[in-house]
């Protein structure tokens, strides 16, 4: 039977991850013949879409979007999304929309993975306005609560500066 695995990335940026996913699923197994992939890329700053279309550009199932995620309509729902939104950036409401399109576009079983800055609550309170403190806290509640309802592992990554959590979650 065909298998195809059906995969978003979120927040691409210059494609660091991009360029890892690519390698990971063009080494499918081998022996499945019948085995693709489609991989639809989502970053929402023109100059690193661009970029990253010149750079796939020879691989037609891989798609590079420049687009605003909060707007963005896929057609299809996805085996596995990857996001590396800083969510911290976004207002609560934004937040909860793009958590919201999340589990649509996961199919029943699917999994989400997701970047998080180690230390984010203690690091950014140093440097907030009091507002900005108790909106920060509740973003970081929702995100917490989407995260604790779903957690499958988290592997923190000390290599990377500043460290940061990798959380995977099943759905």
Do not use: C
């Not at 499958?152 to 000390?158: A, F, G, I």
């Amino acid at each position: 039977f065909p298998v195809t695995i059906i995969v978003l990335e979120v927040g691409a940026g210059t494609g660091v991850f991009t360029r890892a996913i690519v390698e990971k699923l063009d080494q499918q197994d081998p022996k499945n013949q019948n085995s693709s992939y489609v991989f639809d890329v989502v970053e929402i700053n023109d100059a690193f879409a661009d970029a990253l279309k010149k750079e796939f550009a020879g691989k037609s199932n891989v798609k590079i979007h420049q687009a605003d995620i909060t707007k963005w309509k896929p057609t299809e729902q996805y085996d596995i999304i990857i996001s590396a939104l800083p969510f911290n950036i976004f207002d609560i409401k934004a937040v909860e929309a793009i958590l919201e399109s999340y589990k649509e576009w996961v199919v029943p079983g699917g999994r989400i993975s997701y970047i998080e800055l180690a230390g984010i609550m203690s690091v950014g309170k140093l440097f907030m306005t009091k507002k900005a403190k108790s909106d920060f806290k509740k973003k970081y509640t929702l995100v917490k609560a989407f995260k604790d309802a779903h957690l499958q592992e988290t592997k923190t990554v000390y290599l990377n500066v500043p460290p940061v959590h990798v959380h995977h979650l099943k759905f």
